[in-house]
């Protein structure tokens, strides 16, 4: 059984930073195709950044490129996003997601497995 659990999310002021963690259970993350998406009230989910699984190296989103690191510990079996200079339009629900294959994908309904969410909250 494929599961995902997301931690770390809280309030932070506007430039502050937070590390999201996913942890995998039931597969392998180095063999899967895992992204993190985003979905804030009244809009749709977005994708942040996706993780290759052959190398681990990751693609971002307009908005969170050159803010938010994605990257994964195999022997943890763990995906984390690292968020700093975060935004009050980053506040949302976040949501790690896997499928098995090998193609990556910024396309939501793509993803069959997922995390219930963590919430993120950038305000003063």
């Known amino acids: 059984q494929e599961q995902l659990a997301e931690s770390g999310g809280g309030s932070v002021q506007p430039g502050g930073s937070l590390r999201l963690s996913c942890v995998a259970s039931g597969f392998a993350l180095d063999l899967y195709t895992s992204s993190w998406f985003r979905q804030a009230p009244g809009k749709e989910r977005e994708p942040v950044g996706c993780?290759?699984?052959?190398?681990?190296?990751?693609s971002y989103a307009d908005s969170s490129k050159g803010r938010f690191t994605a990257f994964r510990d195999n022997a943890k079996n763990t995906m984390y996003l690292q968020m700093n200079g975060l935004k009050p339009e980053d506040t949302a629900v976040y949501y790690c997601a896997s499928r098995p294959f090998l193609q990556e994908s910024r396309i939501a309904r793509e993803y069959d497995y997922w995390g219930r969410g963590t919430q993120v909250t950038v305000s003063l």
């Open positions: 993780l290759s699984n052959s190398d681990g190296t990751a």
